[in-house]
């Protein structure tokens, strides 16, 4: 594509990537018309919403659709319409990792990628930059551009970018509006070159220059695969080291202090919890080990498939600690699980380490309350469903119930377990839960976040992770 002057942009997928990214795009550049196509009417409708009830919870996310939303921000299904009128098209739709056939359980799984590739081919007709904005294995740019040649128009040309995105759900706005970094790859052609300086100028309208990085294709691609896995590595380090320090009596806060205070590592993602969960690590560290094992380097995929496998440890290691310290049974004990969202300031529950507590709490013929204050009651049914396949819902239904208020979870429980890391938890009037509880009164700290000497003076047993009882 010669003209490097983007006025129209089109999204494909209107989902936690697409939504609020493009968003961000359409206020800091006005004179850009964005829209956003999805094939889903009930989230396209949600995010036209008069009330603004979008179907996304992100702090700052409603502000930003209030302000551009009907000027130069549409929400549409008319994904063909947008298609033809862009001149750069997002492609942001769902990778989910394989549930069967090859990799499974590894891979990620490309189909929508390659339904919106196909569709970009079948309907445009005009020079197009395509974007790739969904996380993606290493060179899914070249299968994608291998599409659209195989199947464009006469006198359509289409330019593949990778841009992956690194935002963090709960700050994902302010991550847009001040990214550490912009990171677009493009083939290393006068024509790629081109595309990508398009791109950049798009950008080039509220991120200084300096934090736009142009790069190659592929270690565009893997460099979101690389970020990831190198998060979520810290993690399960500090995680692992947390199991360690509750068998000595050391603090994991206070290593991880010490450790954090060198410059060489820094503070940052050294906070034990009981896992980390979302749509990403997990995926994106499978998908390294896939790729991996794909280029015949079975040393590397093991290296990092242990990130994975310290992460389910520390679940599981959490929830044992529960039935071991309530005398090691937890049948027709009930069990308040404060928080149901991977982390705090988002409703995304996918990957959730609180599913997995309440599954195994289940398999222990425990009564589970629930309490969230963002993920709505129908997604939490849903996440139990999908995670024990074997049990109908009703069954779960008679062990599980959904509270709406952390007192309310709490009321004649025989331990609260904090897996969410939610502000309001640690505002709680942990009196008024103490003396609704049954006694004695455990609370299960997943997430460092409650004064611990002040609950023990209330008169609970309070149990944090990462820290041993030796003195």
């Not at 609704?436 to 944090?464: H, Q, S």
């Amino acid at each position: 594509m010669s003209a490097t002057k983007v006025t129209k942009i089109c999204c494909i997928g209107a989902g936690y990537v697409g939504g609020p990214t493009c968003a961000v795009i359409a206020l800091k550049c006005p004179h850009i018309k964005v829209t956003i196509v999805d094939l889903n009417q009930a989230r396209i409708d949600a995010w036209n919403s008069p009330e603004f009830k979008l179907p996304i919870y992100e702090p700052g996310l409603e502000d930003v659709v209030r302000q551009a939303r009907g000027r130069n921000l549409f929400f549409t299904t008319e994904v063909d319409k947008g298609i033809q009128e862009a001149d750069l098209i997002f492609v942001s739709v769902n990778t989910p990792t394989k549930k069967s056939g090859v990799g499974a359980g590894f891979a990620a799984d490309l189909n929508y990628v390659e339904l919106a590739t196909r569709r970009i081919a079948a309907v445009a007709n005009s020079s197009k930059i395509v974007v790739e904005k969904s996380t993606v294995p290493c060179r899914t740019a070249e299968s994608m551009r291998t599409i659209l040649e195989a199947n464009s128009k006469p006198n359509c040309r289409f330019d593949i970018l990778s841009n992956p995105e690194f935002l963090a759900e709960g700050t994902a706005i302010s991550d847009l509006f001040k990214p550490d970094r912009v990171l677009i790859g493009s083939l290393q052609t006068a024509e790629g070159k081109a595309a990508c300086n398009a791109l950049a100028s798009v950008y080039a309208n509220w991120v200084p220059t300096e934090r736009i990085l142009t790069v190659g294709l592929w270690s565009s691609e893997l460099s979101k695969l690389a970020a990831n896995a190198m998060l979520a590595q810290r993690i399960s380090s500090i995680n692992a080291l947390s199991a360690i320090c509750e068998a000595t009596g050391a603090n994991i806060d206070e290593v991880a202090h010490a450790v954090g205070f060198d410059s060489r590592v820094g503070p940052k993602f050294l906070r034990a919890s009981v896992g980390f969960g979302g749509s990403c690590f997990q995926k994106d560290i499978l998908n390294l080990v896939y790729l991996s094992e794909s280029l015949h380097l079975p040393e590397v995929a093991e290296y990092w498939k242990q990130v994975v496998v310290m992460n389910e440890y520390q679940k599981r290691r959490f929830s044992k600690t529960v039935v071991d310290t309530l005398f090691n049974t937890i049948t027709g004990k009930r069990i308040a699980v404060l928080g149901f969202a991977f982390k705090a300031d988002t409703g995304d529950t996918r990957e959730s380490p609180a599913i997995t507590l309440i599954r195994d709490f289940q398999s222990e013929k425990a009564l589970v309350n629930i309490y969230d204050p963002q993920v709505e009651q129908d997604q939490i049914w849903a996440d139990l469903a999908e995670a024990s396949p074997a049990t109908p819902l009703a069954s779960i239904q008679k062990q599980v119930s959904i509270c709406d208020s952390a007192l309310a979870a709490c009321k004649n429980a025989e331990a609260v377990v904090i897996a969410t890391e939610w502000k309001e938890f640690r505002e709680i009037d942990w009196e008024e839960v103490y003396r609704g509880m049954n006694k004695p009164a455990f609370v299960f700290d997943g997430r460092l976040l409650v004064d611990a000497e002040k609950l023990r003076n209330i008169g609970f047993k309070v149990t944090t992770i990462g820290r041993g009882e030796r003195l």
